[in-house]
């Protein structure tokens, strides 16, 4: 089985292992589970508070482009 090498703070390692020991279940499994849970294709959390909150005049939706410009395709 692989093996992961952590190098974390003493409050994060202590959280992790109060919580694993809540859990009842071995410190592996715990962080196991957290990668396969918080690792997964979820937004990160507050993501969409983000929506909005550049205040660059420049960054506007750029204009359309004419489809004539666009590669020409054979006939089907």
Known sequence: MPQLSLYL???TMDK???DASR???SLSRHAARLIQVD???RWP???FDL???VSDSTFVEPPELDWT???P???M
Do not use: I, M
Request: charged share 25%; proline share 4%; net charge negative.
């Open 45 to 47: 959390h507050g993501f």
């Open 23 to 25: 859990e009842g279940v």
């Open 69 to 71: 410009l666009d590669a």
């Open 39 to 41: 690792g997964s294709s």
């Open 73 to 75: 395709r054979p006939s």
């Open 9 to 11: 703070d003493d409050a």
């Open 51 to 53: 929506y909005g909150s």
């Open 16 to 18: 992790l292992r109060n």
